[in-house]
């Protein structure tokens, strides 16, 4: 597994107002805790942070350098803004080597199943006890051949070594079914596309009748002023 080193600069000052400022500057309010320490407050280098998940994955190990001090965590939670994808906020959990920790991990599915044949993925994650320095960054499902009815449970999964499973082994996380076929399709469609048609037709109906506007009192040439408000996080 990968280490991204990253150099935080303390923060000393709070707030929606603070927050901001440091993004403008091109970095991420974060905070650091774990081990019965104190919260330490600090922030990290935006593009260097978004790198380090883009390359290590969401259970990235990183080297937080601070005050010529070095600390290994992993990111226990990131914020981003809904609209641009940003990263706003980061909690970061230290860490230390040789320590085990539970992580979710993301599954990827690899290989061809059966002809006639279509693969569910189920669970997108399982949950597995590992060493932080060894956290994989997925697991492989091979489906290679498989038939329907022959789905892949959580405790049949080829875990990495020393890794223990967390989540419930009789969980199903692929599934191989019997695919459609096309006249199954078709016609689901064609159902669909009744449904909607008369859904239409419905709204229609309900519509009779147009309603007209009253007149409304132009002597009056009042406005009233909206109120501004911050959606930062601090």
Known sequence: MADFRLAAEPRTEFGKGSARRTRREGRIPAV???????????SLPAREFAAALRNGGSNVLLTIVLNGKEQLALTKAVQRDP????????DLLVVRRGEKVTVDVPVHVVGEAAPETLVSIELNTVSVQVAATSI????????????AGQGVTAGALALP????LVTDPDALVVNVMTA??????????????????????AAEGAGQGDVVPEPQDRGSGESMESAEKSADNG
Do not use: F, K, M, N
């Open 161 to 164: 070594a020393a890794a223990t």
């Open 180 to 201: 459609p076929t096309a006249e199954a399709l078709e016609a689901e469609l064609a159902e669909a596309g009744i449904e909607r048609e008369e859904s239409a037709e």
């Open 83 to 90: 609209l641009t994808r940003r990263h706003e906020h980061a």
């Open 32 to 42: 650091l805790y774990g081990h019965g320490q104190d919260v330490v407050h600090l």
């Open 136 to 147: 994989p960054e997925s697991i492989e499902v091979d489906v290679t051949g498989r038939e």
